[in-house]
C-alpha cells in the first residue's frame, strides 16, 4: 500500500517522459528503476484529502493495483486513459470530489471494477457542459440534432437521466455508494439495466420521496440502504431478493412488500408502533372492516354484527385486527368469556392439553385473555402486556409471541383474542400441546378453542410467506423448532428488555449500524423463567 493522504500533490504520473509544465508544481516522478519494481506490486494506492491534486496517470506501472482512493481530492479533474487499459482494479473511491460527474466518463471505461463509492458528490445536476457527450448519445439513438440547435432544446429533447453522469455508472458494479449526492427520483435514466450485476446499492442522505423504479428491477441486489431521505413518503415493493433493507420515515411513510420476499433484516428508524404499516409483514385493519367471513372462518363468530364503537380500548382509537406471523390478534373492552372458547379454560400461568381426536382437519387455534386491571395511573391508564409461549411437545416446536396494548378504559376488564393458524405440519390430533402465559399487570382467565375446516376465507392471509407454516427461518432461535415471534422488534425507537422474562445476555443476531435500528433475525439462548 502506498499512503499518500494529505500530500500536496498537484499532479501524480509514474511514467517516464511525461512532459510538465516547469513551475511551482510538485511531481512524483518515477525515474528510479527499483522504485519502480517495487510499485508494480503495489495493490492499494491512497491520494485522499490531496486537496491541490489536478491529475493522475501512468496506471499502467500499477499492474497489481487493485484499490485506487481519492476521497476528498476537491480539485481532481483528470484521469489519466490508461486506467481504461487497467482491467485488475476492484475498487474505485470518488466520494466528496468535486468533479466526480466528469471523472465518471473515464471510470465508465474501466472494465472490472466491482465498487464505486460516489458519496457526496454532487450528482443531482449536471452542467449543459455535457452537451457533446449527450449529442453522441441522441445520435445514436437516432434522435436528430443540428448546430443550431440551442442549448435549452437540448435539455428538453434528452430523456429523462440522460443529461445526467449517472449514465456512466460501469455496467460492471457490484457495489454503489450513491449517499449523500442531493439526488432525487428523477436524477436516474428510467433505464438502468445495464447494472444488472449490482448486489450492494446505498442511497442514504438524499432527496427521494419514493423508491426509485429502477432500483425495482434490479434482480440480483441483496443490500439497500434508502435511509435519512427526509421526503421519503413511500417504499412499494423493493426487490425481492433483498436480504438487508435500511430505511426510515421522519413522516407517516408506509412501505409494502411482496408476499413471496425472502428473509430479510430490516434496518430502520420509526416511531413508535409505526411497524403496523409494513404491509407484507404486518396488517392492521379496522374491525368495522373485517369481512363477516374472515370472522365466521377465524371462529370469531361472537364478533359478527357487533357494534365496536361500544368496546374499543382506547378513547379515540378503534377496535382493531393486526395479522402477522400468521396470527390474528384484537384488543377490546370486556371482561366475559364468549361461549366459543370452550375446550379448555384456566386461571393461572399455564396448561397443557393433547389435541382431541375430529374427524375434521385442524386448522387453526384461538387464544382468549380476560385482564381486569391492577393498579391504574392517575389518569386511568392501563398498560396490558402478555408474552404467549406455546409448545408442541409431540413435534418439538416451540412459538413466543409478544402482545401489548395501551389503554385507557377506567376499571372495566380487557380482552386479547388472537387466532394460529397452524397446519398439519404444526398440529394434528394426538400432538401433547402446552400453552405459557406471562403477563405483568392485571390478573388474567384464559380460554383455547379449536377451529377446523369448513369454508376458508382466509386465502388472502396464508398467501403470506413470513407466517406459521410458512418461512420463520429467521425467527428460529438456537433450539431447535423454536421460533421467537417479536414484534415489537419492528419498534425502531427504542429496545425492550423484558427482565422479569429472560435471562440475561440476550440479543438478536443481525446488522445494527445504527442507535434508532430493528431486526428481524435469530434470537440466541432465548428462555422463559417459570
Known amino acids: 500500500m502506498l499512503d499518500m493522504s494529505y500530500s500536496n500533490l498537484e499532479s501524480f504520473d509514474m511514467s517516464d517522459g511525461n512532459p510538465q509544465q516547469p513551475g511551482t508544481r510538485q511531481k512524483l516522478s518515477g525515474s528510479c528503476s527499483k522504485s519502480k519494481r517495487l510499485l508494480r506490486s503495489l495493490k492499494i494506492l491512497n491520494l485522499s484529502f490531496c486537496e491541490q491534486l489536478r491529475s493522475i496517470g501512468g496506471f499502467f506501472e500499477f499492474p497489481a493495483l487493485e484499490r485506487l482512493i481519492l476521497s476528498n481530492c476537491s480539485s481532481l479533474i483528470e484521469v489519466c486513459e490508461s486506467i481504461e487499459q487497467y482491467d485488475g482494479l476492484d475498487l474505485i473511491d470518488l466520494s466528496y470530489c468535486n468533479n466526480a460527474g466528469k471523472l465518471l466518463r473515464m471510470i465508465n471505461k474501466v472494465k472490472n471494477v466491482k465498487i464505486l463509492n460516489l458519496d457526496g458528490c454532487n450528482l443531482g445536476e449536471t452542467p449543459i457542459e455535457m452537451r457533446n457527450d449527450v449529442e453522441e448519445k441522441l445520435n445514436r439513438n437516432n434522435i436528430g440534432m443540428n448546430s443550431q440547435t440551442s442549448s435549452s432544446a437540448i435539455v428538453e429533447a434528452i430523456p429523462r437521466g440522460f443529461n445526467s453522469y449517472l449514465i456512466y455508472l460501469p455496467s460492471s458494479l457490484v457495489c454503489l455508494q450513491l449517499q449523500d449526492c442531493k439526488l432525487s427520483n428523477e436524477s436516474f435514466p428510467e433505464d438502468m439495466s445495464s447494472l444488472s450485476m449490482l448486489k450492494e446499492l446505498y442511497l442514504d442522505r438524499n432527496l427521494f420521496v419514493s ?146 381426536s375430529s374427524p375434521c382437519n385442524l386448522r387453526g387455534l384461538n387464544f382468549f385473555c380476560v385482564i381486569t386491571p391492577g393498579k391504574l395511573t392517575n389518569y386511568g391508564d392501563f398498560l396490558t402486556s402478555l408474552y404467549l409461549k406455546i409448545s408442541n411437545i409431540t413435534k418439538m416446536c416451540t412459538w413466543i409471541y409478544p402482545a401489548l396494548k395501551y389503554s385507557r378504559v377506567s376499571r372495566e376488564g380487557i380482552t386479547y383474542l388472537s387466532h394460529w393458524m397452524f397446519g398439519k405440519k404444526e398440529m394434528e390430533d394426538g400432538d401433547q400441546i402446552t400453552i405459557f402465559v406471562s403477563d405483568f399487570y392485571g390478573r388474567r382467565e384464559c380460554g383455547v378453542s379449536f377451529v377446523y375446516d369448513e369454508d376458508d376465507g382466509l386465502g388472502y392471509y396464508k398467501s403470506w410467506n413470513h407466517i406459521i407454516g410458512g418461512d420463520l427461518s429467521p425467527f428460529q432461535t438456537t433450539t431447535p423448532g423454536e421460533y421467537h415471534l417479536h414484534r415489537n422488534r419492528f419498534n425502531g425507537g427504542y429496545h425492550i428488555n423484558y427482565v422479569g422474562e429472560y435471562k440475561h445476555n440476550h440479543f438478536l443476531v443481525g446488522l445494527l449500524p445504527q442507535p434508532h435500528a430493528f431486526v428481524i433475525s435469530k434470537v440466541t439462548n432465548t428462555s422463559f423463567v417459570e
Open 211 to 356: 423508491l426509485p423504479n429502477w432500483v425495482r428491477s434490479l434482480s440480483r441486489l441483496e443490500i439497500l440502504g434508502i435511509g435519512k431521505n427526509d421526503r421519503l413518503e413511500s417504499l412499494e415493493h423493493p426487490p425481492p431478493t433483498l436480504k438487508d433493507l435500511i430505511f426510515d420515515f421522519d413522516g407517516y411513510g408506509e412501505a409494502t412488500f411482496n408476499r413471496e420476499m425472502s428473509p430479510i433484516l430490516l434496518t430502520c428508524r420509526m416511531a413508535t408502533y409505526d411497524w403496523e404499516k409494513f404491509e407484507g409483514i404486518c396488517k392492521k385493519e379496522d374491525m368495522e372492516d373485517v369481512e363477516e367471513k374472515v370472522l365466521l372462518s377465524l371462529g370469531w363468530s361472537h364478533l359478527v354484527n357487533l357494534d365496536f364503537t361500544k368496546i374499543q380500548p382506547t378513547e379515540s382509537g378503534s377496535v382493531e385486527m393486526v395479522y402477522e406471523f400468521g396470527i390474528f390478534s384484537t384488543w377490546y373492552v370486556g371482561k366475559e368469556m364468549p361461549d366459543c372458547i370452550s375446550d379448555r379454560r384456566w386461571k393461572g400461568s399455564s396448561i397443557s392439553f393433547t389435541i382431541p
